[in-house]
């Protein structure tokens, strides 16, 4: 492929659409002569839960956005993640190059004057992360493939534990506290298995403490997540656990926490939403389970059990990772689709 310049905006530096999708990847691309260039927001693109701070921030975040539009002329393509200003169509009206929407969850639920839906029809190709979200875009735009969020297999990688760490289960959620009423739902059977099993204990790596209604505090670990030390704390689970709420938000959803698990060679017990379902079924590195108490206290036993099943469980995972979903095969699809859109012009 000829030498081809992409503008990625994302929606901040510690946003994980934009890490994960972009970030990520710009050794890949610039391995295949894409020339991949990053506009890191300085200005937030959600809104403070300060209404009198809302008219302050809009304008700031309207006029730190402005210079995109001369920006874009020195690209080929832009990659937008969504709306430049969340929820609203604004600036996108003025960009006069060719845009890739690329979206890894059910943001269209949140959009305010069919926003994300004008997105689509004027981009010049979908990316998504799942069959959900292709069937709705599909409706706007023919030009959608799916492409799942990719996983740096170099920087996920497995870790022996040491002897001290192996005397202590470790169940391991991570993830934001917008997504703590999804870890909720299981509560109840978490904290069953913890008083059956005494040196099993929860580890939550987010931006803040849960606060349990059901679990004491002596029972789970809160860390702090860091990016830089997201990597090690997977590493230090024996189980990784992605409960869902079964909604439309929820199969919106990329997997990706599991994918971080099982990159990881760390066995996975999942709710069985579409997706996830699939990984686990195609790859065999876990239980998907229905229900939020007993099949998840069955699914604890089996693996605290039997050490060689955790094992078996997480190479499997690992394995997939390695085939499916690492940024190297991330990057050769979506070049693809840049070069389709390079012979067009």
Known sequence: MNNIKVLGIG????????????????????KVNVD????????????????????????????????????????????????????????????????ILDVDDAIHLNQRFKSIDKLARRAVAIIVCNDFLA?????????????????????????????EQKNIFVIGWIGTSSNFSSLKLIEKAVNKFLELYPNSILKIVSNKDPDFQIIPKHRYIFKEWSEYEDVEDIQSFDIGIMPLINNKHSQGKCAFKMLQYMACNIPVVSSCLPMNEKIIKNSNCGYCIHGYEDEWISAFLKLYKNEDLRKKFGENGRQTIEKKFSTKIYTGLYCKILKKIQNKE
């Not at 946003?15 to 990847?25: D, I």
């Not at 169509?89 to 190059?97: A, C, D, L, P, S």
Request: aromatic residues 16%; glycine residues 0%.
């Open 135 to 163: 069937e709705y875009y599909y409706q706007f735009n023919k030009n959608v493939y799916v492409i799942p969020t990719p996983i740096n297999i170099d920087k996920y990688k497995s870790k022996h534990k040491s002897i």
């Open 36 to 99: 991949l260039s990053l506009f890191e927001s300085t200005v937030s693109s959600y809104p403070s839960e300060s209404i009198l701070k809302r008219i302050p921030w809009l304008v700031k975040l309207f006029f730190s956005r402005i210079p995109l539009i001369i920006k874009q002329n020195d690209y080929d393509v832009i990659i937008l993640q969504r709306e430049i200003i969340s929820t609203l169509y604004t600036i996108e009206r003025f960009f006069n190059k060719p845009f």
């Open 11 to 30: 929606q901040g530096k510690l946003v994980p659409s934009y890490r994960y999708r972009l970030k990520e990847v710009l050794i890949e691309f610039q």
